[in-house]
């Protein structure tokens, strides 16, 4: 059974950086596409980031050139760095898991992140 922990939220200033961690365990991490995604009050949970076992990467295109996910596949590891971010940004971001051959997810349990001065 996959599990994923999340951590690294908290408030930040518009233009500074924060970074999450997502860790990985239960099963073979390299078999997994692994994603961000984060949902708003009163909005839908969306796609930010997602990186396939390979390292090739995709984007929601309004954190593109301000986010980068990345993967530690020795560590277990997801990445999300957030550098200049907006108070748009605001959100629950969660950890996802996508199984490459039977296309399973999981989920993390969320962490805030909130971008005020």
């Known amino acids: 059974q996959v599990q994923l922990a999340e951590s690294g939220g908290g408030t930040v200033q518009p233009g500074g950086s924060l970074r999450l961690s997502c860790v990985f365990w239960?099963?073979?991490?390299?078999?997994?596409?692994m994603g961000w995604y984060r949902q708003a009050p009163g909005q839908q949970r969306e796609l930010v980031a997602r990186i396939t076992p390979g390292g090739s990467t995709g984007y929601e295109d309004s954190v593109k050139g301000r986010f980068t996910i990345s993967r530690d596949n020795a560590k277990g590891t997801v990445y999300l760095q957030m550098n200049n971010p907006t108070p748009d940004d605001t959100a629950v971001y969660y950890c996802?898991?996508?199984?490459?051959?039977?296309?399973?997810?999981?989920w993390g349990q969320g962490t805030q992140v909130t971008v005020s001065s």
């Open positions: 996802n898991a996508q199984n490459m051959r039977s296309g399973i997810e999981y």
């Open positions: 239960g099963e073979r991490f390299s078999l997994y596409f």
